[in-house]
C-alpha cells in the first residue's frame, strides 16, 4: 500500500503550521530562514514530492491563454447551425471559467501583426487545415502548445483530433453488413488530417469485403456538382462525403436532378452539425465540446508541468442513422 504524505504531516515534524508549510512550498519570502530550513528537512525525511499542479495554481493568480484561430473557425461564427467549431469553444471556455484563467482569442492569420505573447501561458491552436509553418511560430515561443482538430505528420507536438478512420469505416461496415455493395465515396481535397483519416476509413471497410473502393475527389462546389451528375450514372447505393455540409450539397443536387433520397441513392455525412438533423442526414458525430475540453485541460497540465511528453488524443465518434439512407 501506497503511503500519502501530507502537508500537515510535514507541519507535525517540523513543529510549524500547516499555513507556513504552504508557504515554504510556495517560496513565499515571509518565512524566516530558520523556518524555512526545519520544513525543508521534515520534507526530506519524509521523502515528500509536491504536487506541481497544486503548487503552481497556489502561486498564480490569473493564467493567461492565448486561442489561436483560423479562418475557417471564425467565419462559422456567423452561422451556429452550420458551425462545427461553436462547441469546440464552448469546451474550452467551459474549462476556463472553473480556473483562474483569463482567454484571448486572435486570428492565427494575424500572427505576425504586432501583438505581444509575452504574458501567454500557453498557446490553443484551433482549425482543420493549420499549416506546419503556423504551428512552428507558436512552438518558438517556449510555452505550451496544443492543436485542436489538427494533427501535422513530423511534428512532435500536442494534438486533439476526432477518430476519423474509425468513424468512416465503422457507419460504412455498418451499411455493408446490410447488404449494400455499391458504396462510393466523395473525398474533399483539402489538407486536413481528418479528412484523409475518414477516407482511409471508407477504403479499409470496403477492401476487407473484397470489394473496390472508389473514391472520387472534389475541390469546390462546381466540382462537386459535375462529379455527383456523372456518379449516379453508375447507379451507386450510397454516396459518403468527408463533412455534412458536403453532403447536404449533394442532397441538394440530387433533388436538383429528380433523384429520390433515400429510394434512388442515400446519402452519409460526417460531423453531425446541427442543420444536419434538418435534413435527416445520416452522419457520423463528433464529440465536439469534450473535444475543447479536453484540450483546455491538457494545456493546462503542460503550462503546469504534468506529463510534458506531446501526446496526440483521438476521440472516438459515433454512427447516427437517420432516413438519408434506407436500412
Known sequence: MIEIITTKDIAKIANVSIATVSRVLNNNPNVSEKTRKKVIMAIESLGYEPNLFAKNLAKKNKW?????????????????????YLPIMSGIKEYFSKIKAEIFIFSIEDKKLNISFNDVDGFLLVGGGLKKEDIEFFLKYKKPVVVVDEYVWGLDVDSIVSNGFLGTYNIVRFFLEKGYKKIVYFHFKEKHYSFEQRKLGYEKALLEKDLIPKIYSFQDITDLKNLTKNVMKEKPEIIVTSKDLCAIEIMNILNENKYKIPDDVGVIGFD??????????????????????LAAGRLFDLVNGVNPHPIVISLFTKPIIRKSVKI
Open 64 to 84: 493567461n491563454i492565448a486561442i489561436g484561430c483560423t479562418e475557417e473557425v471564425f467565419e462559422g461564427f456567423k452561422d451556429s447551425k452550420n458551425n462545427f
Open 272 to 293: 453531425d452539425l446541427k442543420i444536419s438533423e434538418d435534413f435527416q442526414l445520416t452522419t457520423v458525430r463528433v464529440p465536439r465540446e469534450e473535444m475543447g475540453n
